[in-house]
């Protein structure tokens, strides 16, 4: 069992940046693959990035790509998303996952198996 606690939201202009953390707790957040993931008002929970166990591989969606960057520290149990150049579109609460399946970065909800409660990212235009 692991235990996943989101922080870092808040309100931001568009344009500007926020780091998301996750720490973990309960097991060690190595040994799983961890996702983030978004849900707008009225919006299906998206896919956002992934990173699996060792930060060797990564996954993003093609609307964060480029902007976005995952990581993570398993010396400190936590994962990170660097949002850069952020659009209203982002606006969302976001959610970290951890994915049962060795080596999955995928994007499918369905293989993520431990939730955060989220952390509310509000971009101002």
């Known amino acids: 069992q692991v235990q996943l606690v989101e922080s870092g939201g808040g309100l931001v202009q568009a344009g500007g940046s926020l780091r998301l953390s996750c720490a973990a707790s309960g097991r060690f957040l190595s040994s799983y693959p961890m996702g983030w993931f978004r849900q707008a008002p009225g919006k299906e929970r998206e896919f956002v990035a992934a990173?699996?166990?060792?930060?060797?591989?990564?996954n993003y969606a093609g609307s964060v790509k480029g902007r976005f960057t995952i990581s993570r520290d398993n010396a400190k149990n936590i994962v990170y998303l660097q949002m850069n150049s952020l659009k209203p579109e982002d606006t969302a609460v976001y959610y970290c996952a951890a994915a049962a399946r060795i080596g999955y970065i995928g994007a499918t909800l369905g293989e993520y198996h431990y939730w955060g409660p989220g952390t509310l990212v509000t971009v101002s235009s």
């Open positions: 990173i699996n166990w060792n930060g060797e591989n990564t």
